[in-house]
Nanobody, 118 residues
Framework: QVQLVESGGGLVQPGGSLRLSCAAS???????????MGWYRQAPGKQRELVAS???????NYQDSVKGRFTISRDNAKNTVYLQMNSLKPEDTAVYYC?????????WGQGTLVTVSS
């Protein structure tokens, strides 16, 4: 009933940028605009954490470590959430996922791997 497909990850040098996309589909997301959405990440050996979130009306919140560097946005007409990541650091290396905020436990996608390394 729910599908979340993340894309846009890759290998980037420190200081570089990437833009992640998340396409949401399924019965639940017929009313996509009413859901707060979040970008989460899980680094090796660490728990998954919320990085940024956006309400249906566009209000945003960020984890302190990414404030000023990451920007979350959404296009409700396309059922898509974006994460623009600038000034990337090695500690941003992780698999990035999107989900609702709070997350639906059974609906995690495959994620997209971001590797920040020289």
């Amino acid at each position: 009933q729910v599908q979340l497909v993340e894309s846009g990850g890759g290998l980037v040098q420190p200081g570089g940028s990437l833009r992640l996309s998340c396409a949401a589909s399924g019965r639940l997301f017929r009313l996509f605009s009413i859901y707060s959405m979040g970008w989460y990440r899980q680094a090796p050996g660490k728990q998954r954490e919320l990085v940024a979130s956006i309400t249906g009306s566009g209000s945003t919140n960020y984890q302190d470590s990414v404030k000023g560097r990451f920007t979350i946005s959404r296009d409700n007409a396309k059922n898509t959430v974006y994460l623009q990541m600038n000034s990337l650091k090695p500690e941003d290396t992780a698999v990035y996922y999107c989900n609702t905020d709070p997350p639906r436990a059974d609906d995690w996608g495959q994620g997209t791997l971001v590797t920040v390394s020289s």
